[in-house]
């Protein structure tokens, strides 16, 4: 199997576990606020996101940057890869908002957030639209 391959595989597998991941702690952080015992609550969600989202996002992003790296002439040329980084950009954004929220909520300081709801349609947006990038790849 070819690295490149293998590389993408990575990438995709790693992109399935981080958004997967971070959607759960939003819905969590979320819920947090409806409940009695929302510390505890923050501290499943912040569990999630220290054990989960960060190093699914760590490998997403090692395996898709060596990969970028590898194919720089050819995707420095493609403009459904701008887009698709910016998306990208978006979602590291997301998910550092929705991580410090668990973490607020987990150590008491929050209640819970009335505005996951928005973070989470927010990042299924980007991630839709970054699969779709992907997959259709746009012509010029």
């Not at 993408?8 to 702690?25: D, P, T, Y």
């Not at 947090?32 to 220290?50: N, S, V």
């Not at 698709?84 to 209640?111: D, S």
Request: net charge positive.
């Amino acid at each position: 199997m070819p690295l490149t391959t293998v590389l993408v595989a990575v990438h995709v597998f790693s992109n399935v576990v981080w958004i997967g991941s971070i959607l759960s702690v939003a819905v969590l952080v979320g819920r947090a606020r409806f409940m009695a015992d929302g510390a505890e609550i923050g501290g499943l969600a912040r569990r999630i996101y220290t054990r989960l989202a960060v190093p699914a996002f760590l490998g997403s992003f090692v395996f898709g940057l060596t990969r970028f790296v590898m194919g720089i002439g050819a995707y420095a040329h493609m403009p459904w890869m701008h887009a698709k980084l910016t998306l990208a950009l978006g979602i590291i954004a997301l998910h550092h908002i929705i991580g410090a929220r668990a973490k607020r909520v987990a150590a008491g300081q929050a209640k819970g957030s009335g505005g996951a709801t928005g973070l989470m349609v927010a990042l299924l947006v980007c991630a839709a639209g970054v699969v779709w990038l992907a997959v259709v790849k746009q012509p010029q």
